[in-house]
């Protein structure tokens, strides 16, 4: 998956923000991708594993530094070779007893993991939709995100970066109406999501395929 540096985003926000530091439009760049991916949901992640028998939590780990998990869209297991999604519930209504089968339901666990009911009696493949940000310290943003909202993050970084006060670019006017546009955005992103990603569609929660391999590790219950 390609990722982009965000420095090479940076002159489309300079233009409006003469004598910004490149180091700070960079800062409020990443600010601006951070809070619509937060907000809108969008940027999510298809991510599998498999489960070890009787082991009810697990760490999910993106394979990709420049983002981080923040929660779960939905979740599947398969079962007899058909997959069956998961159903997301609370675990302090699981009762412990329950014997071990295939798991039917999960809870996520910020940041990154996921806990299963019930426990598993044996390895199931597990995929799991994360909806993903990127990290603090990124340097890059991938590609997809820019193809619909490059606008989108371009106004939110302005939105924030014009005003800042005593500065020569600062802006309020401008600054208002691109944090408004940057809401609106976001407004988008987040139906758009909830649709599964289908203009028109009504709400889907079906599991997509593999776009990102994570890594698992078992953590103690």
Sequence with gaps: MAAIQIVTLLPRVLEHARECPTVIALQHYLDAARRFCNEARWLQRNVPFSTVDGHRIYELDVDD?????????????????????????????????????????????????IALHRLPDAAYEVLVTTVVQPAR???????ELLVDWEDALRDGALGTLLALRRTPWEDPKEATRRADAASAAINSARLSAARGFNAGAAPTDRPGGGNAMIRTRVLPI
């Design 137 to 143: 310290d990124a340097t890059t943003l991938p590609s």
């Design 65 to 113: 530094a420049a983002v981080e998990i923040i929660g779960i869209n939905q979740a599947a297991i398969k079962v007899g070779g058909r997959w069956r999604p998961l159903t997301e519930g609370y675990s302090g209504g699981w009762d412990p007893n329950d014997p071990e089968q295939a798991p039917t339901r999960y809870q996520y666990i910020p940041h990154g993991g």
